[in-house]
């Protein structure tokens, strides 16, 4: 294929990938009324209750419920047309990595979703504490709650794609066990600042949960990258 063919193929995956994340977010804005009551769960009983400050904060909250549930609902979509992308250049033995690594993608990146959404209740619970003495918390803004809920979801779905990243490098020969364990402490530096940018909000312990698990992530696929290439 020449150049022009790879840029027109890869024009239509994008389109493929926009009308899956639309027709998902879709979806998504009109379950937008019980993801809120599930993203509210959090907030701890009776203490605080979310209001709307401006006419059209309810439907921008709605659109950005409706976006995150569309991108996390096409993920699938989205790797398998990334897959499709790269299949002509791999080999056969690289084909047969592709679906178990694709099916290990979206499981983790479900799991990390569900450990952000278990995070939330301790890192509001650090934040709220910080409010000086006859200041009114018992009020949180809506937009700035959900995006804070989704952005920490967001950030730990992500973060469990770390070890496919690994692992492909590895198998196409980027990588290696001897690479990774000799800069052990770069990867933890890296892990930690990710871990602290990632996370909104600046508490402590949705990062510093963030960073034990993906540190626990890193040394699990080191051993299996051992056994890939040494």
């Known amino acids: 294929m020449s150049l022009v063919e790879?840029?027109?193929?890869?024009?239509?995956?994008?389109?493929?990938?926009?009308?899956?994340?639309v027709v998902a977010g879709i979806l998504g804005f009109f379950l937008s009324e019980p993801?809120?009551?599930?993203?509210?769960?959090?907030?701890?009983?009776?203490?605080?209750?979310?209001?709307?400050?401006?006419?059209?904060?309810?439907?921008?909250v709605r659109l950005k419920i409706a976006?995150?549930?569309?991108?996390?609902?096409?993920?699938?979509i989205i790797l398998y047309e990334v897959w499709?992308?790269?299949t002509p250049g791999l080999t056969r033995p690289e084909r047969r990595l592709i679906w178990p690594l694709l099916i290990a993608s979206i499981g983790l990146f479900g799991l990390g979703v569900v450990l952000g959404y278990l995070v939330i209740p301790?890192?509001?619970?650090?934040?709220?504490?910080?409010?000086?003495t006859g200041i009114d918390s018992s009020m949180l803004r809506l937009s700035e709650y959900v995006s804070f809920v989704l952005a920490i979801m967001l950030a730990f779905g992500l973060a469990f794609q770390f070890p496919v990243l690994l692992l492909i490098g590895a198998r196409v020969g980027i990588l290696n066990y001897?690479?990774?364990?000799?800069?052990?402490?770069?990867?933890?530096?890296?892990?930690v600042l990710f871990a602290i940018i990632a996370?909104?909000?600046?508490?402590?312990?949705?990062?510093?949960?963030?960073?034990?698990?993906?540190?626990?992530?890193?040394e699990g696929t080191l051993q299996i990258v051992r056994t890939l290439r040494p």
């Open 6 to 21: 790879h840029l027109e193929e890869l024009r239509s995956r994008i389109i493929v990938v926009a009308i899956s994340v």
């Open 35 to 60: 993801i809120l009551e599930l993203l509210r769960v959090p907030l701890p009983d009776g203490e605080y209750r979310l209001i709307q400050l401006t006419i059209g904060e309810a439907l921008a």
């Open 67 to 76: 976006l995150y549930v569309g991108i996390a609902l096409s993920v699938p």
């Open 84 to 86: 499709r992308f790269v």
């Open 122 to 132: 301790y890192a509001l619970a650090f934040l709220l504490s910080l409010t000086p």
């Open 178 to 191: 001897r690479f990774l364990s000799a800069r052990r402490r770069w990867a933890i530096l890296a892990i």
């Open 199 to 218: 996370t909104p909000g600046g508490d402590p312990t949705s990062s510093a949960v963030l960073s034990l698990v993906m540190y626990a992530l890193f």
